[in-house]
């Protein structure tokens, strides 16, 4: 939140109509002149009411190691006049050589007039993965490889109070079994042991929310905000195997420098709290808020604790004129708390940059790809479709 209070007389420019001095591009438009094939706008403009973004791809990521993806979001209104927000649906499907197998679903739907807004999170996930334990101490030689199948199930439903201002609630089921771990090549007692395991945990309860969105494009925002706090209580009288709750407000910004670009200055905070007897593969992580984006230059799960702090800084600039490419630098903070005495001891940096490469100019959806580089000498490649938040 400093950073944006630092921030905060540059001029906001909320629209999230691109810069159009120069004809935006994208894949298609490329491949289309290589082919010799000429899009109709006025027909995309008329008749085309969704747009599709579709990625298959062959990669390499520190959580995944060499892997198989396709990925693919579409961006579109609800509304026949086109002026209301985008909703958004994305998905991926991966296979790599750890083994790990993943589909993901996930939706923002906007429905009424932008009077209501419906989010769903599904996916089921098999995973081989390490575990490193509490805090941000933690070492390579406490890595403790396990085993899980995860079965995820979100739905959220809001309604609109005043302008991009919404109440909501929702209920949540998280469901991670067949588990097995390895321990540490220390042979010491792991962190997951100390804090109580066990071959599965099933978490469900109900959520209240408050959002504040005022972004028009999800997929890449160009101005605007978003605010959201979010309660759940997991019971054991809605089927939890212990009753335990979290606190997570996620804080937004974004300010387009300039009405002559498309240049973008965004930053992201987030606070994630836990309190009861949360199950160990639930606790707030690196890597595993939503979108799985929290922590670049860091593998999922690096760093656990019943509390987390994060926040990030990205600034993000044209390279080609016609919008086909561009880049960002960026660099974020974590802090997670230890087990002993659920204290923050360290934040860990991270830091990097990449490369924007246009697949769809009406969603304004990029092909995201980044390098960041991270403490204990960790560094990566880490890809994705539509910018990271």
């Not at 400093?2 to 894949?27: G, I, Y």
């Not at 010799?36 to 008749?47: Q, T």
């Amino acid at each position: 939140m400093t950073s944006c209070d630092a921030f905060a007389q540059l001029p906001a420019v909320l629209n999230e109509k691109l810069t159009d001095s120069v004809k935006q591009r994208d894949l298609a438009d490329l491949f289309g002149k290589l082919l010799h094939i000429k899009e109709n706008e006025d027909e995309h403009e008329s008749s085309k009411k969704a747009d599709f973004s579709f990625i298959p791809s062959v990669g390499y990521s520190l959580t995944t190691g060499f892997n198989g993806d396709i990925s693919a979001n579409v961006g579109f209104f609800t509304q026949a006049k086109y002026q209301q927000n985008l909703s958004e649906i994305d998905g991926s499907l991966t296979y790599d050589t750890k083994n790990q197998k993943e589909f993901v679903a996930r939706s923002e739907i906007w429905i009424a007039a932008d009077h209501y807004k419906i989010v769903t999170d599904t996916r089921f996930e098999q995973f081989p993965e390490d575990t490193y334990g509490f805090g941000t101490l933690t070492t390579e030689a406490q890595a403790n490889p396990i085993d899980f199948k995860y079965v995820r199930t979100y739905l959220t439903i809001y309604r609109k109070l005043l302008p991009d201002l919404y109440a909501g609630t929702g209920v949540n089921m998280d469901h991670h079994f067949d588990i097995t771990q390895k321990g540490n090549i220390l042979h010491t007692i792991t962190d997951f042991q100390k804090y109580g395991f066990s071959s599965g945990s099933f978490s469900s309860g109900i959520n209240l929310d408050l959002l504040y969105d005022s972004r028009r494009n999800p997929i890449n925002p160009t101005g605007g905000a978003y605010a959201s706090l979010i309660y759940r209580d997991n019971a054991k009288i809605t089927g939890s195997n212990s009753n335990w709750q979290s606190l997570q407000l996620d804080l937004r910004r974004y300010f387009k420098l300039s009405a002559r670009s498309n240049n973008v200055l965004a930053f992201w905070t987030m606070v994630w709290l836990t309190n009861g007897d949360t199950p160990y593969l639930d606790l707030p992580g690196t890597g595993l808020d939503m979108f799985n984006n929290t922590g670049r230059g860091y593998i999922d799960g690096r760093f656990i604790g019943k509390n987390m702090i994060y926040a990030e800084g990205e600034y993000r600039f044209g390279i080609s004129r016609d919008g086909l490419l561009g880049g960002v630098v960026f660099a974020n903070g974590e802090s997670l708390t230890e087990l002993a005495g659920n204290s923050f001891r360290k934040i860990i940096p991270a830091a990097g940059a990449g490369l924007r490469v246009k697949v769809n100019k009406h969603s304004n959806t990029n092909i995201c790809i980044d390098y960041a580089v991270g403490c204990y000498g960790s560094n990566g490649l880490f890809l994705n479709l539509g910018e990271i938040f």
